[in-house]
């Protein structure tokens, strides 16, 4: 089969021009965004973040009488 090299590097050229086009909305498209973290960062200044908030975060007094754990729980068992 018989190519024609004027054919081919016009069908190149074309091709050429197109990707340096795309190639061009792409940078700008970046450039207007601001740089953005890797993933592992994100989610490790997530989980510093969570672990101050959990810290900060005063504990719940339990109450005996409601959760069926406190009190004379003991003294029940050796009863019944």
Same mark, same amino acid.
């Given at each position: 089969? *018989?190519?024609? /090299? *004027?054919?081919?590097?016009?069908?190149?050229?074309?091709? @050429?021009?197109?990707?340096?086009? %795309?190639?061009?909305?792409?940078?700008? @498209? %970046?450039? /207007?965004?601001? $740089?953005?973290? $890797?993933?592992?960062?994100? /989610? =490790? &200044?997530?989980?510093?973040?969570? =672990?101050?908030? @959990?810290? &900060?975060?005063?504990? /719940?007094?339990? !109450?005996?009488?409601? !959760?069926?754990? =406190? =009190? !004379?729980?003991?003294?029940?068992?050796?009863?019944?």
């Amino acid at each position: 089969m *018989y190519l024609n /090299v *004027y054919a081919a590097s016009k069908i190149a050229e074309e091709r @050429l021009s197109e990707l340096r086009a %795309e190639r061009a909305r792409i940078a700008l @498209l %970046e450039s /207007v965004q601001e $740089p953005r973290a $890797p993933l592992a960062a994100r /989610v =490790g &200044a997530a989980l510093i973040r969570v =672990g101050q908030w @959990l810290s &900060a975060a005063k504990p /719940v007094p339990r !109450d005996p009488a409601r !959760d069926g754990r =406190g =009190g !004379d729980w003991r003294r029940a068992a050796r009863t019944a």
